[in-house]
Each structure stands twice: as C-alpha cells, then as structure tokens.
C-alpha cells in the first residue's frame, strides 16, 4: 500500500506544482488533493488495527499520515479559498518529522535513497512553511522542486516497484546520483531566484530615482 500511495502523491504534488506555477485552477486541484488525501488517511488507520503493532509497523504507516494530511489541508485551503498561515505552521511541524525520517534512515537502517528522499520531502514542507507561515514569494520556486519531486521520489520510484526492480543494487546506485543531481538542482534554482529578486529590487529602485529626478 504504502508504494501505491507514493503513486497517487506523485499525481498529486504533480497537480500542485503546476497550481503554484500558476498553470491549475486552485479549487480543481484542491478537489483531487482532498480525494487522495481522503485515501492517505483512511487506509492508514485500517493498516494500523489489522497489523501487528510493532513499532516500526506503527513507525512506516504514520509516516502515510504525513501525506494524507498535508493534502487534505492544502485541498480544503484551495478549494475554500482560507488564509494558509495554518498549512504554513502544520508543515513545519511537518518538515521536523521529515528530518527525524531522514536521520533514522541513514543511522538505523544505512539506506541513503530514503534519506536523501526524506530529506527532500523535508525540504518542500519547509518551502512550504516559509510561503504561507511567513509569505514568501517563493512561489514559483516550489512549484518547481514540487514538480521535480513529483517524479523523482514519488512516481518513478513506485513505478520501478510496481515492476519488480526498486531497491536493487544498481537501481540504488543510479537513484542516489539522480537525487543528488536533483538537489543540486534545487540550490542552483535558488540561487538564480535570489538574483533575479535583487534585479528586481535593483530595477524598481533605479525607476523610483528616475522618477524623482523628472519631478
């Protein structure tokens, strides 16, 4: 179940990025994170009382949790057009778990892929905190790593489980390299918003002196 969910996030940080990079109607994609969502809380609970209890049974189903609750938040905040300073606080709360998947995944169980998944994951809510928490106007740049991640640690990943070939050595070695392109990607990204920003800046200022200077 849990690489099936990874498929339906995949569809829906898909839909996501595109609404931050203002391609999606809000309220559209809201309907179809507050149905995945919907999906990502239920089944949870029902895996939960028919399985063992054991604590790292317990430990990979909350983490479905996660998901299915940032979507039905951002779903119910799109499609009802509410003010997103809770979403923005949830998801740093959101983002800290993320950072203890990420730790527990490189120190218990020595899987870099999951860590470096984990700790993109982390990332994006933290974008995410910074946006509706802090009203950055960071949008567009999330949209982009919400639809680089969308394939890179969600869709691909439960693609090459659904064909039998996930977490096989050489598929390991290939996904470290492809996420770690990835983050780098992500930096460079960020590094060329700030730019373009003190452009920006830079451009408004000049046409303020100019402006003063006619008067």
Not at 14 to 27: E, H, R
Not at 68 to 83: A, H, I, N, P, R
Request: glycine share 6%; proline share 1%.
């Amino acid at each position: 179940m849990s690489n099936v969910g990874l498929f339906l996030s995949g569809a829906v940080l898909f839909l996501n990025s595109f609404m931050l990079l203002g391609k999606a109607d809000a309220k559209s994609v809201g309907i179809f994170n507050i149905f995945v969502g919907s999906l990502q809380v239920i089944i949870p609970f029902y895996l939960i009382i028919v399985s063992g209890q054991d604590h790292w049974e317990l430990y990979n189903y909350a983490s479905i949790f996660l998901f299915g609750l940032t979507y039905l938040y951002v779903g119910f905040t799109s499609w009802k057009g509410l003010e997103g300073s809770g979403l923005g606080w949830f998801s740093l709360w959101v983002a800290i778990i993320g950072v203890v998947y990420t730790l527990t995944s490189i120190i218990h169980f020595q899987n870099v892929v999951n860590a470096l998944t984990w700790a993109m994951w982390a990332f994006l809510w933290f974008l995410f905190f910074l946006s509706s928490a802090l009203n950055k106007k960071i949008d567009h740049y999330i949209g982009l790593v919400a639809f680089v991640q969308s394939w890179v640690t969600l869709t691909i990943p439960a693609l090459l489980y659904f064909l039998g070939v996930w977490n096989t050595p050489i598929v390991d070695q290939i996904w470290t390299y492809v996420l770690i392109l990835a983050i780098v990607y992500f930096i460079i990204s960020f590094f060329r918003m700030k730019l373009s920003y003190k452009k920006e800046k830079s451009s408004q200022a000049i046409q303020v002196i100019n402006a003063l200077e006619v008067k």
